[in-house]
Nanobody, 124 residues
């Protein structure tokens, strides 16, 4: 009984902001590196950001570094992705994923659990 549920997606204007949430149940996020991935239409799913299970170190794809911030609230068992200065090319379905004790923080095939995704659409 593990579930990751994303929320906060929707429409935003270029230059605007959105905050995505990933609420976890059936696992404790403090023992997992938590990742965000995204998949645009016709493209491969790609790594966006990760936060380590220990120490809280963060990692970002070059395409979002300086604009997106990943955080976690262990008390709420929730991970967030603050998305600022949005661009139309950020349009994608965003997925939350969990990797037990950070065994593969950035790899599609390294994730133990996946959410169903939330759609972000950025207009010009």
């Amino acid at each position: 009984q593990v579930e990751l549920v994303e929320s906060g997606g929707g429409l935003a204007q270029a230059g605007g902001s959105l905050r995505l949430s990933c609420a976890a149940s059936g696992l404790t996020i403090s023992t997992y590196t938590m990742d965000w991935f995204r998949q645009a239409p016709g493209k491969e799913r790609e790594f966006v950001a990760a936060i380590s299970w220990i120490g809280g170190s963060t990692y970002y794809a070059d395409s979002v570094k300086g604009r997106f911030t990943i955080t976690r609230d262990n008390a709420l068992n929730t991970v967030y992705l603050q998305m600022n200065t949005l661009k139309p090319e950020d349009t994608a379905v965003y997925y939350c994923a969990a990797s037990y004790r950070g065994r593969a923080y950035h790899r599609l095939d390294g994730m133990d659990y996946w959410g169903k995704g939330t759609l972000v659409t950025v207009s010009s």
